[in-house]
C-alpha cells in the first residue's frame, strides 16, 4: 500500500488566521449581547444553550456550529449574518 505524505505549508498561516477571524467574531458577538442588555447567562437561556458555551463562543475558544449562530441570533432577534458583521484585523 503507497501512503503519501502531504506537505502544506501555509497551513499555520491558515490555522492562525482562522483563530483570529474566531476571536473577532466572539468579540462581535460580546458586544451585540451587551448593547441588547443582555447577560450571558440571559442569552443562553433564550437561545436554550449552556452558557458556558456563550462564554466559549465570546472568547474564542471554540469555533462553534451553524445551529447554533442560528439559536443565538434568533435570541438576539436579529438576521444571523449581523453576527459576522465586523472589521476582520
Known sequence: MFTKTLSYPHFSFVKNVTKSYIIQ?????????KA??????????????????IGRIERGEISTTI????????????PIKKLFDFEEQ
Not at 441588547?36 to 458555551?53: C, R, T
Request: charged share 20%; proline share 3%; glycine share 6%.
Open 36 to 53: 441588547n442588555g443582555l447577560s450571558q447567562e440571559q442569552l443562553a437561556n433564550d437561545a436554550d444553550i449552556p452558557i458556558n458555551q
Open 25 to 33: 467574531f466572539g468579540r462581535n458577538l460580546r458586544s451585540i449581547r
Open 67 to 78: 445551529h447554533t449562530l442560528l439559536l443565538i441570533a434568533t435570541a438576539l432577534e436579529l
